[in-house]
């Protein structure tokens, strides 16, 4: 159903919905971190008259107040009763003494009060895990309890929130207001988990609508109030998260509080009990272990007034059933937006498959979308969403499979996410291009990091580079012949993917090619120390930053001008019969190699800036020496590099400065836009 427009003179206020836990010093303060980046000023969070007589809790809310207070306008849900005084030993029971919750309200008010305006009294209420009805059929205790909280909270000041509906229902209102609880209250509550636990979800304007009409009939004007929604990516739906957020956004109501600001953590509970139901740990803008989603980092770089105007992001393209495009999976990165540039500009269609995890791609796909118009399709959707991806390779013409955890340093912070991305992610793939009926060739780009560290291999060491002591391998560099041995996460993850390749050739006829990469530079790429370190250079030394090399800055690459790549990458799928299920070292090759410590001089050079560098321990997996042996695909296919280290550097440096708004530095003549 189509969502409602909001016809308030202003947006409603956007809050987050977080829990703490007595104890969680180190998670507020980080949250904090996050409210100031996404310009979060709301926060809902609970306190627990349960925990409220443990010993440390009063002290732990103290400081909890006190922290936030400075950030955020706090709105404290005031919920579950203490065991000990229930009617039964839960948390979800009715007290005893339904005055009780009153004077805990008040004890929070003259303890609290100063830091908060309003109060929201319990959670969930027509939800059973939150309140046990069973113990209260006809509602008189609950509505005995909160009538009296409500009074005494507006006694002392403070205006009140009534614990929000979940599911909404406009029956359970009425009996609230039959029950006069309404009569104390400034605001209703209302949570929606579209598609996720409310499955049959009529659209907002609806659910607001049959709301608004119970306090109308009663002759009641109180705010309705989306105290809690959101939308869980345990199925590693993020476009669908953003969507439903971009929906809500929509809604004719006052406040709105997003829930969550992070993942629950696995080795909590929930309410209801211990791990229950996957759904409940991943409605966060953040995993766990940190992890931004796609709706983060889109609030992150554009903040909500950007939020409407992304409309490069599309959950699913309809595919038509005659139709064919090629199929670049990871398709927004750098080498994707090069590669899908090349072929619309031949005139072929084009789908891009990205779920935009990486910082900068969507402006990748903004431009090659500006460029290219309506021969590019956008399918934003993560690789393991099996049954998009299925559809998507059922008319694929040919496949490049990009998409991939693409940095050593990651992996070892993150060894789940490198897993689920290059091994799952992979097989998920190669799977669907099984079960296809036409099985479109594949071509798949490893690395270099699955030869390991080559430590056995002697090294001599000049002033400014290391260079092996076997003048054959020199010459040549180092071929397809040299033993896999993985190391790091990452070298394990795309070593693994790349035997599956392999394998499903000999095993189930795909035709498949798969290249294990050197560096590739050039126009389109974000460097970071991590990956993409040609362009992570230029452009530390365009805009005065440090650098930081780790190890001595004498390890040696080749590295490949990304239009030379493409080249390649074009041969191999003119030629796949003949090179199915092969593999190929591709990179610069040895009359394309250079050392950190000279790519240093020559950007110094270029760009004509001293730069800022420090040095820092080897990290882990790293290649003193990594040149490729590109021989048998030059000899397979007639490839070979047209672009030199200086050019390329060259061609890369004006890419970075038109792009960034960077004056041409004097070194170098102004010329034409290059054609990249």
Known sequence: MKEIKNTNETSPALGILEWFRPGEYDEVRSAIEDFNKLGIKHLRTGISWADWYVEGTKEWYDWLFAELDPHVEILPCFLYTPPSIGEMAKTSAPPKDLKAYADFIDEMITRYGKYFEWVELWNE????????????????KFSTMIGMAAHWAQKRGKKTLLGGMSPIDPNWLQMMIEQKVLDCIDAIGIHGFPHVFDQQWKGWEVNIQSIREVLDKFGYHQEIWISEVGFSTWQDDEVKQYQEFKNVLNANTQRIYWYSLKDLDPKNSTVGGFHLDEREYHFGLKKTDGTKKLLYKLLEKDGVEGIHQQDYIKKQY???????????????????????????????????????????????????????????????????????????????????HLCAQVAVTSSVTNPIHDFNVNISGTFHLLEAIR?????????????????????????????????????????????????????????????????????????????????????????????????????????????????????NGKQVRDILFVNDLIDAFQLAHKNIEKLTGQVFNIGGGPENTVSLLEILHIIKDKAGKEMDISFEDWRTGDQFYYVSNTNKFKEATGWSPKHDVEEGVEKLLRWLCENRNIELPETLTPEKKIAI
Request: some cysteine; proline content about 4%.
């Open 125 to 140: 209420p027509n939800n059973k895990v939150e309140y046990d009805f069973t113990l209260d059929y006809s509602w008189n």
């Open 435 to 551: 079960k296809s009926k036409h099985q479109p060739p594949l071509i798949f780009t490893s690395t270099n990091k699955v030869y390991g560290n080559l430590q056995d291999v002697q090294m001599l060491e000049k002033e400014t580079r290391y260079y092996p002591e076997d003048a054959k391998m020199k010459k040549y560099g180092i071929n397809e012949k040299i033993p896999l041995d993985f190391h790091s996460p990452y070298g394990c993850s795309k070593g693994a993917a790349d035997q599956y390749i392999l394998d499903y050739s000999r095993t189930y006829g795909l035709k498949t090619v798969v290249f294990r990469m050197s560096c590739i530079y050039g126009p389109h790429q974000f460097g970071t120390e991590d990956q993409g370190w040609v362009a992570h250079f230029l452009i530390s030394a365009l805009e005065n930053r440090p650098v930081t090399i780790y190890g």
């Open 318 to 400: 309809k595919i038509q059933e005659q139709e064919k495009y090629t199929l670049i999976t990871g398709g927004a990165g750098f080498i994707g937006t090069n590669l899908a540039s090349r072929f619309l500009a031949e005139g072929k269609r084009v789908m891009i498959y990205d779920s935009l995890f990486r910082d900068g791609v969507e402006e990748n796909l903004q431009w090659l979308q500006k460029e290219y118009g309506e021969k590019l399709i956008v399918q934003i959707s993560d690789i393991n969403e099996s049954r998009i991806l299925q559809q998507c390779v059922n008319n694929a013409s040919e496949i490049f």
